[in-house]
């Protein structure tokens, strides 16, 4: 089981930036964020392959950007322009099987972390 560990969410106002990172103990792999909001069901947010090719979900295009440092295994989403409807605790999840694929379904990812919480107060 690869180990997931997210940092870096916080309280932040309306039209601020953050940066969350994941560090993995797995091997590079693919990787993504989901975010989960109070009441919501978890929702993809961003994916990156290996090769550091991304997809988006069109409610997060243009606002946040997803990347990675192969070398010391670590994920980043950072965001910015932040809105309050981006309140939620975002996830980090791994592919074990898939390093090029661009999964965009909970089922696509087999390990997760515990999540970090960001707030966006307005």
């Known amino acids: 089981q690869v180990q997931l560990q997210e940092s870096g969410g916080e309280t932040v106002q309306v039209g601020g930036s953050l940066r969350l990172s994941c560090a993995a103990s797995?091997?590079?792999?693919?990787m993504a964020w989901f975010q989960e909001a109070p009441g919501k069901q978890r929702e993809w947010v961003a994916t990156?392959?290996?090769?550091?090719?991304?997809a988006y979900a069109s409610s997060v295009e243009g606002r946040f950007t997803v990347s990675r440092d192969n070398a010391k295994n670590t994920l980043y989403l950072e965001m910015s322009n932040l809105r309050a409807t981006d309140t939620a605790k975002y996830y980090c999840?791994?592919?074990?099987?898939?390093?090029?694929?661009?999964?965009?379904?909970?089922?696509?990812?087999?390990?997760w972390g515990q999540g970090t919480q960001v707030t966006v107060s307005s």
């Open positions: 999840a791994y592919d074990r099987q898939r390093r090029w694929f661009l999964g965009r379904t909970e089922a696509d990812f087999a390990d």
């Open positions: 990156i392959n290996v090769a550091g090719i991304t």
């Open positions: 797995g091997s590079p792999s693919s």
